[in-house]
């Protein structure tokens, strides 16, 4: 992905306390007796919306999906719901470069994060991103994808205006692909694109 910026998310389990209850009795007093543990309270997590089926059974396809739904002209809205719905509810996304004084800050964000900051810019401007090369690693259900990408304003420019590498975590639940975590890092003058990552590996 490009030009993102910000975020983070988390859920902590909270235990209630467990309480002595002691009982009175009269005559010699009885071992108190202790109140039955409380039952953990479960985080409150936002609804996930429903992903596509077909945007989910396979890496070719949530790859795909994950560039189709950022790409458009300007002031074509976004089907938000459908990105949202490819991510673990835990899901990050991240861009990384180099600031003029040398040091490469790492901007973290969610998904949400991510559309926020961007619905007002792509009002405005043409973004289709697409991908070039790709490298792909998997272990049981654990996917690590390098994807290279391009970024045009237009989807008929004959260059693009930025390139760069996608590195896409990819996690299987057994019925379907998430994305956990998306980071990326664009192309510029002092990072040049090496000819491997240029061509399928």
Same mark, same amino acid.
Request: cysteine-free.
């Given at each position: 992905m490009h030009r993102l910026a910000q975020l983070g998310l988390a859920a902590a389990l909270t235990m209630a306390a467990c309480v002595p209850a002691m009982a009175q009795q009269a005559a010699p007093? !009885?071992?108190?007796?202790?109140?039955?543990?409380?039952?953990?309270?479960?985080?409150?997590?936002?609804?996930?919306?429903?992903?596509?089926?077909? $945007?989910? !059974?396979?890496? $070719?396809?949530?790859?795909? !999906?994950?560039?189709?739904?950022?790409?458009?002209?300007?002031?074509?809205?976004?089907?938000?719901?459908?990105?949202?719905?490819?991510?673990?509810?835990?899901?990050?996304?991240? !861009?990384?470069?180099?600031?003029? $004084?040398?040091s490469y800050p790492l901007r973290m964000m969610t998904p949400d994060d991510y559309i926020a900051r961007n619905t007002k810019a792509f009002a405005t401007t043409g973004f289709f991103e697409t991908e070039l090369a790709r490298r792909v690693e998997t272990f049981g259900q654990v996917a690590h994808v390098f994807s290279t990408y391009e970024a045009r304003h237009a989807a008929n420019d004959a260059k693009p205006f930025m390139r760069g590498v996608n590195s896409i975590q990819l996690v299987h639940d057994g019925k379907r692909w998430y994305v956990l975590s998306l980071l990326w890092r664009a192309e510029d003058a002092a990072l040049q694109l090496p000819e491997r990552y240029l061509r399928n590996g």
């Open positions: 007093t !009885a071992p108190a007796a202790l109140a039955a543990p409380a039952a953990p309270v479960a985080p409150a997590t936002p609804a996930m919306p429903a992903a596509r089926p077909a $945007d989910v !059974a396979s890496i $070719d396809a949530i790859v795909a !999906a994950v560039y189709e739904v950022i790409s458009g002209p300007a002031g074509a809205p976004r089907d938000w719901n459908r990105m949202r719905s490819l991510f673990a509810p835990e899901g990050r996304m991240a !861009a990384i470069g180099m600031r003029p $004084d040398g």
